[in-house]
């Protein structure tokens, strides 16, 4: 099983960019899909979760200017980014529960760098 995300990149102060992350290969379900972040000489951090049924949850820092959703069908999560922020700037990770024949395991993506500057 593989999370690769992909959709970082440079944006201006207020811009926004889409972030995806696909996951492949024995799939039999997906449960939870988050995004988090690390910013250069800080800790990784939560950005949002959204459950299996579609529910969702976001830290203060984003809540109103960022969206995460999923399709189930393409086993890929999202992450709209709006009204970007020089603090926004990080790498940003995708990590999901999966279930294969052998377990149910966390998987993390590769991790894709937004950097928000003029």
């Known amino acids: 099983v593989q999370l690769q995300a992909f959709g970082g990149g440079l944006v201006q102060p207020g811009g926004s960019l889409r972030l995806s992350c696909v996951a492949s290969g024995s799939i039999l379900g997906i449960s939870d899909m988050d995004w988090y972040r690390q910013a250069a000489g800080k800790e990784r951090e939560l950005v949002a979760v959204i459950t299996s049924d579609g529910s969702t949850n976001y830290a203060s820092f984003v809540k109103g200017r960022f969206t995460i959703s999923r399709d189930n069908a393409k086993n890929t999560v999202y992450l709209q980014m709006n009204s970007l922020k020089p603090e926004d700037t990080a790498v940003y990770y995708c990590?999901?529960?999966?279930?294969?024949?052998?377990?149910?395991?966390?998987?993390w993506g590769q991790g894709t760098l937004v950097t928000v500057s003029s």
């Open positions: 990590n999901a529960e999966i279930r294969t024949a052998w377990a149910l395991k966390t998987y």
